[in-house]
């Protein structure tokens, strides 16, 4: 299984985006698939996470309100659609993939990632 994300740009505040993470094949067994992010000049954090079935998500403190995880297991693809966007959501968003009986929420439960998409937030 591989996964690409897309959809990353240039948005001004205020603004909406959504990302896009398919899978080349389609996961097996339980599993979450999760968004994080690599704000220039930090470490990469989470962002959000949601399971198999689109049953449980997860989300960070920081996006909750604003951001969506959603799932089309017909198309192995996960979506975030990024509301509201501010300065600081400005990073290289990354999609991944985790096998764990917990709601993975660090960076270390992943296994399977994807390349990055920049999404730029501007004043």
């Known amino acids: 299984v591989q996964l690409q994300a897309s959809g990353g740009g240039l948005v001004q505040a205020g603004d909406s985006l959504s990302l896009s993470c398919a899978a080349s094949g389609r996961p097996f067994g339980s599993y979450f698939m999760g968004w994080f992010r690599r704000p220039p000049g930090k470490e990469r954090e989470f962002v959000a996470t949601?399971?198999?079935?689109?049953?449980?998500?997860d989300y960070a403190d920081s996006v909750k309100g604003r951001f969506t995880i959603s799932r089309d297991g017909a198309k192995n693809t996960v979506y975030l659609q990024m509301n509201s966007l501010k300065l600081e959501d400005t990073a290289v968003y990354y999609c991944?993939?985790?096998?764990?009986?917990?709601?993975?929420?660090?960076?270390?439960?992943?296994?399977?990632w994807g390349q990055g998409t920049l999404v730029t937030v501007s004043s």
């Open positions: 991944a993939a985790a096998w764990h009986r917990n709601i993975p929420s660090r960076e270390e439960m992943y296994t399977l």
């Open positions: 949601i399971n198999w079935s689109g049953s449980v998500t």
